[in-house]
């Protein structure tokens, strides 16, 4: 068994309504997922994918379609944040607001990336670790 790698990057914003500090106010990051899976290499002989346990490509592109096609560029609010979700129902402003069930923070947005993910790639493909950098020094990890 082995595992890979593969991480994207995407700009979006978020804020933490009732925490003690400024992470209160809005505000933006640049968020990085790495998203390891486990699996065998394949040895099927003259195919794409020999030699590989999965092909990086298709990896990346399940990532783009499922979470940065939805977040980047977006504002994450929780569903009980007055001020955003009042803001999200202002229809005609093009405003991309992502809605959610819980607190925006790295850790609840890593288990959200999980949700979107674990049905995403081929079945002989495990996701072992989910880990979401916040921040360059700041990072929540899952592991399902
Ligand atoms: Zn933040």
């Not at 402003?93 to 923070?105: A, M, R, S, W």
């Amino acid at each position: 068994m082995l595992e890979i790698t593969k991480s994207i990057e995407w700009d979006m914003g978020h804020r933490v309504p009732n925490h003690k500090h400024k992470c209160r106010n809005p505000h933006g990051h640049r968020y990085r997922l790495e998203m390891t899976v486990s699996g065998l290499i394949s040895q099927e002989k003259g195919t794409s994918q020999e030699g590989m346990v999965h092909d990086f490509g298709d990896i990346k592109q399940s990532l783009l379609a499922n979470i940065c096609t939805r977040l980047d560029h977006c504002f994450m609010a929780s569903e009980e944040d007055a001020i955003f979700a009042s803001l999200s129902k202002n229809e005609g402003k093009d405003l991309n607001i992502v809605l959610v069930p819980f607190v925006p923070t790295a850790e609840n947005i890593v288990v959200w990336c999980y949700e979107r993910l674990k049905d995403s790639l081929p079945a002989h493909l495990q996701i072992v670790r989910l880990r979401l950098f916040e921040t360059p020094t700041s990072y929540a990890e899952f592991f399902p």
